[in-house]
Nanobody
Framework: VQLQASGGGLVQAGGSLRLSCAVS????????LGWFRQAPGKERESVAS????????QYADSVQGRFTISRDNAKKMLYLQMNSLKPEDTAVYYC????????????WGQGTQVTVSS
């Protein structure tokens, strides 16, 4: 499975960006898809996750109410709509995929830079 993230850029605080992630290869409806981010000098953290087969999603407390994860099963696309962006959202954002029964995220995209200016 391969993932290709895109959509990052430079935006002012309060602005919005939409990240996209194209998923190719053999996947399963039970797979979990997620967005992660890593800021300079910090550990990578989970931002949001969702399953192909379910509309419910999970979010980090820091983005709850501002970010929305969604997926298009037919196009095998994953999205992250980011609103009300803050400077502390600045990071490299990665999309990832995990087999439902696995404990580790097995497939990662290459990352896309999001920079929020104050």
């Amino acid at each position: 499975v391969q993932l290709q993230a895109s959509g990052g850029g430079l935006v002012q605080a309060g602005g919005s960006l939409r990240l996209s992630c194209a998923v190719s290869g053999r996947t399963f409806t039970s797979d979990v898809l997620g967005w992660f981010r890593q800021a300079p000098g910090k550990e990578r953290e989970s931002v949001a996750s969702i399953r192909w087969s379910a509309a419910t999603a999970q979010y980090a407390d820091s983005v709850q109410g501002r970010f929305t994860i969604s997926r298009d099963n037919a196009k095998k696309m994953l999205y992250l709509q980011m609103n009300s962006l803050k400077p502390e959202d600045t990071a490299v954002y990665y999309c990832a995929r995990k087999i439902a029964a696995a404990t580790e995220w097995g497939s990662w995209g290459q990352g896309t830079q999001v920079t929020v200016s104050s």
